[in-house]
């Protein structure tokens, strides 16, 4: 607080801004694909200048490369928690969920690449980075092509309804009270017992 009894406010750092920025370009890219992102779309959607974020990327392919990196780091990230349980299936999957229902409420754009990731992927400039997210994801859940159906579907079904309700929530409630139940409908998706 300062003397006049008001708090001050916390102004964000540069990592921060950045990490918010390239959510947000990472959101243009899922929903537009490269070649129709440009750098003044991001600049619309985060309220920076156009001259501002190339300040921070030199250029619009450096943008678009820096949001995809960012989101296979942070995808990777869980990965490597998920990674840690080598037995249980149970144990894994729950571990996977958390991760990922915490990371789609953190990055809204990290959950819209998420959709994009999954095959087939349309955007040459973007397969790369969607590829290494898709695969990171397949790993935790340990499914791949050769999975049974059952288990691809109830796996898909779960990402879907974890992208959908963790990019929705906020017209009803808060982030707190949206991921019980978001982790909740997910469990239940991949077939496990229902927690609320």
Request: proline share 4%; glycine share 8%; net charge negative.
């Amino acid at each position: 607080m300062t003397g006049s009894g008001r708090a001050r406010s916390v102004r964000p750092s540069s990592a921060e801004i950045d990490e918010a920025v390239l959510d947000a370009a990472a959101a243009l890219v899922a929903r537009r694909g490269a070649r129709d992102t440009s750098v003044q779309a991001v600049a619309d959607a985060t309220g920076f200048s156009k001259t501002g974020l190339l300040r921070r990327f030199p250029s619009k392919d450096a943008l678009i490369d820096a949001s995809l990196a960012q989101c296979v780091s942070l995808t990777e990230g869980v990965h490597r928690v998920v990674a840690a349980f080598t037995a249980d299936d149970a144990d894994r999957d729950a571990a996977a969920i958390d991760g990922l229902v915490d990371l789609a409420l953190s990055h809204p754009g990290w959950a819209q690449v998420v959709l994009a990731s999954i095959p087939p992927i349309a955007d040459e400039r973007l397969r790369p980075g969607l590829a290494r997210i898709g695969d990171l994801v397949s790993d935790m859940f340990r499914i791949g092509e050769h999975s049974a159906l059952p288990r691809r579907a109830r796996v898909t079904g779960a990402l879907g309804v974890l992208v959908t309700l963790a990019l929705t929530y906020e017209a009803e409630t808060t982030a707190d009270t949206a991921r019980p139940l978001i982790v909740d409908v997910c469990r239940s998706t991949l077939g496990y017992r229902s927690g609320t």
